[in-house]
Structures are given as structure tokens and as C-alpha cells.
């Protein structure tokens, strides 16, 4: 079986996430936040039941029942738009390391401090994109890679997943 065919195991995921207006809005706990319009990476985990399918599923649904991690907040808005999911399998928790990676990447930065690690080590988990789209990309793959994960990208088409090997 195809290491990316499996989603349902817990691991480690990033979702590129275009921004098409400047937006302002309030975030559970971090409050009062604005977003400028641009490309967004999001890192989260999944090692729960369902694991990585049953997290990008409920990241992909704009309706969600209850907004619970900050990152619903911005994928409930219609402005918004998940393009791409790079993600790899592991029981390790490596959000850390990847956020500390794209802190120091010339081509992130990052977009609200302590969106999404509020319990975690890192100063955030949400970055804007400084350089072109296929550049970011190929970065947090290698990010992946040199942490020695082996990553996956999904990127959705018309709104239409396709795997890319």
C-alpha cells in the first residue's frame, strides 16, 4: 500500500490556506485578531481516533458544530480557503519542531502569536507565505523531511482532492 493512499493514522499536518480579503475577527482565547489577505500555513496533529482523515475532514468543513481550536475560527470563513495539506504519519508530537523551522525560514513569518499553541512550546502555529507558493511548499516539505518524515501533499483542485505522490 501507497504510504500517502492511508490517512487514517495519526501523524503530524500542514494546512496551506489562501486568505482572498483582510479580515478581522475574534479567536477564543487570543481575542480581537486581523489576517491579511495571502497564503497561510497551519500546523497541527492529529493522533487521535481517525487521525490525519478525520482532522483534515473537520478543517475542510466550514460548518463546524462548535469552534473549538483557534484555526476554526479562520477556516469557518468563506474568505478562506484550505489549497493544499502536506502531512506525514507519526506518534511523535513534532509541531514544535516544525513551527521553530518556519520561525527561522526567510520565507515565513509569523501571522498571530500563539494561534494554535496556546498549550504547546511554540510561539505559533499560524504563518504567512513570503514567497511564492511552490517555493513555501517545497520548503515545509524538506522541513518534513529533514525532521525525517515522509511527506505527503494533498492539494485540492476546483475543490476537488487529488493525491500527489
Not at 26 to 40: A, E, P
Not at 126 to 148: A, H, N, V
Request: glycine share 6%; hydrophobic share 40%; with cysteine.
Amino acid at each position: 500500500m501507497d504510504k500517502c493512499s492511508n490517512m487514517r493514522v495519526p501523524g503530524v499536518y500542514t494546512l496551506l490556506i489562501n486568505v482572498s480579503i483582510d479580515f478581522c475577527t475574534t479567536v477564543g482565547s487570543l481575542g480581537y485578531i486581523c489576517i491579511d489577505s495571502g497564503m497561510y500555513s497551519y500546523i497541527g496533529s492529529a493522533r487521535g481516533f481517525g487521525g490525519i482523515e478525520a482532522r483534515v475532514k473537520h478543517h475542510i468543513d466550514r460548518v463546524k458544530k462548535r469552534l473549538w481550536w483557534h484555526i476554526d475560527y479562520i477556516t469557518s470563513l468563506k474568505a478562506v480557503e484550505i489549497v493544499s495539506i502536506v502531512y506525514a504519519e507519526t506518534v511523535r508530537d513534532l509541531e514544535y519542531m516544525l513551527a521553530n523551522f518556519l520561525e527561522r525560514s526567510s520565507c515565513w513569518s509569523i501571522a498571530v502569536p500563539r494561534f494554535g499553541s496556546t498549550d504547546k512550546r511554540s510561539s505559533t502555529h499560524l504563518f504567512r507565505c513570503l514567497c511564492s507558493f511552490s517555493k513555501c511548499l517545497d520548503e515545509l516539505t524538506e522541513m518534513y523531511i529533514s525532521i525525517g518524515l515522509r511527506p505527503c501533499v494533498l492539494q485540492f483542485n476546483n475543490h476537488s482532492p487529488r493525491l500527489e505522490r
